[in-house]
C-alpha cells in the first residue's frame, strides 16, 4: 500500500493534485478526502498557483469509495455519511474555488471518480476515458452531486439511461456531448495539460476568477439580472491598469502590420 494517498506537485504555476492509491484504482477512503482537502486549500492559498490539475497515479484517474473501508466498519451505514460528509466538502471547493480546476483523466473514472471529474472546471483525458456512474449496481444513489451535474451536461434522459444501466461513457460519445474538453495521446498526456493550464496561468487571476463565478452562477439568474453581473465586472476589470497595457499592445501590433504592409 502506498503511504500518501495524495500528492502535490507543483510545476510552475500549475498544482498538481495527484491521487496516489494505484493498487486500489484510486478509490476514496476518509484518509484520502481530508488530505485532498488539505491539499486543495493549500494550492487555493497560494498565490503563485494559478491553474489547478486533479489526476490519478496508475490506470485509473478514480475509482468509487474503497468499499473495504465501508464493510470493515462496526457501523457501515455511518460510515458511509462519514466519507460522503468529507467528499462533499471537496466537490464544494472545487465549485466555489475562485481559480480553474481541470481534471485529467488518464483512464477510468467511476463512482465518486466521476462525480469529482464533472465537478471540475475543464476536463482533459485520453482517448481510453471512461465514465461510469456505479453506484446503482451496489444499490446507492450517488454523491459528489453526480446527480447534479451529469443531466446538466447530458441531459436528463440521457443520464437516467447512464445512472440506471450503469453504461460507460466512451470517449466519442463525451466529446460529443461536450464532457470532455480535450483530448490528449496518452504518451504526451502530462505534457500537454500541462501546456494547457499554463495558457490559462498567464491571464490576470482576478479577471479567471470573475468569469467563473459568472459562468456557474448563469443557470441560476435570469438574463436581466445576469447582464448586471457581467457589467459590474466589466468595469471592475477595465479600471485595472493592465487592460489599457493590452489594448495598446494589441494596438501597437496592428499598427505595425499595417506600416509592414504598406512597405
Known amino acids: 500500500m502506498t503511504e500518501t494517498p495524495i500528492i502535490r506537485e507543483q510545476k510552475g504555476p500549475v498544482s498538481w493534485l495527484i491521487l496516489n492509491r494505484p493498487e ?11 488530505e ?7 494550492s487555493l492559498e497560494d498565490d503563485d498557483t494559478r491553474v489547478i490539475v486533479i489526476t490519478g497515479k496508475g490506470k485509473a484517474f478514480a475509482a468509487g469509495a474503497d468499499v473495504t473501508e ?22 464544494a471547493t472545487v465549485r466555489q474555488a475562485n481559480k480553474p480546476i481541470i481534471a485529467a483523466i488518464n483512464h477510468q473514472a467511476a463512482g465518486y471518480g466521476m462525480a469529482l471529474a ?3 472546471d475543464i476536463r482533459v483525458a485520453t482517448e481510453k476515458v471512461r465514465l461510469r456512474y456505479a453506484y446503482s449496481t451496489i444499490g446507492l444513489t450517488g454523491d459528489g452531486g453526480v446527480n447534479w451535474s451529469l443531466p446538466k451536461m447530458i441531459g436528463i434522459s440521457r443520464a437516467l439511461e447512464v445512472a440506471l ?14 464532457v470532455i474538453n480535450k483530448f490528449f495521446p496518452e504518451e504526451t498526456f502530462i505534457e500537454e495539460t ?7 496561468a498567464v491571464m490576470n487571476p482576478k ?30 476589470a477595465a479600471s485595472r491598469p493592465e487592460f489599457m497595457e493590452l489594448v495598446k499592445a494589441i494596438i501597437a501590433g496592428f499598427e505595425a502590420k499595417k506600416k509592414a504592409k504598406g512597405k
Open 24 to 34: 486500489l484504482y484510486n478509490a476514496l477512503t476518509t484518509e484520502l478526502g481530508k
Open 36 to 42: 485532498a482537502q488539505k491539499l486543495l486549500d493549500a
Open 70 to 91: 465501508i464493510m470493515g466498519d462496526s457501523d457501515p451505514v455511518k460510515r458511509i455519511g462519514i466519507m460522503a460528509t468529507v467528499a462533499h466538502k471537496v466537490i
Open 118 to 120: 464533472l465537478a471540475c
Open 165 to 178: 444501466l450503469c453504461e460507460d461513457l466512451h470517449a466519442e460519445e463525451l466529446h460529443r456531448l461536450g
Open 194 to 200: 500541462q501546456a494547457l493550464a499554463e495558457r490559462i
Open 207 to 236: 479577471v479567471v476568477a470573475a468569469i467563473k463565478r459568472m459562468m456557474y452562477a448563469s443557470s441560476g439568474t435570469d438574463l436581466l439580472t445576469h447582464l448586471e453581473t457581467e457589467h459590474s465586472y466589466l468595469t471592475e
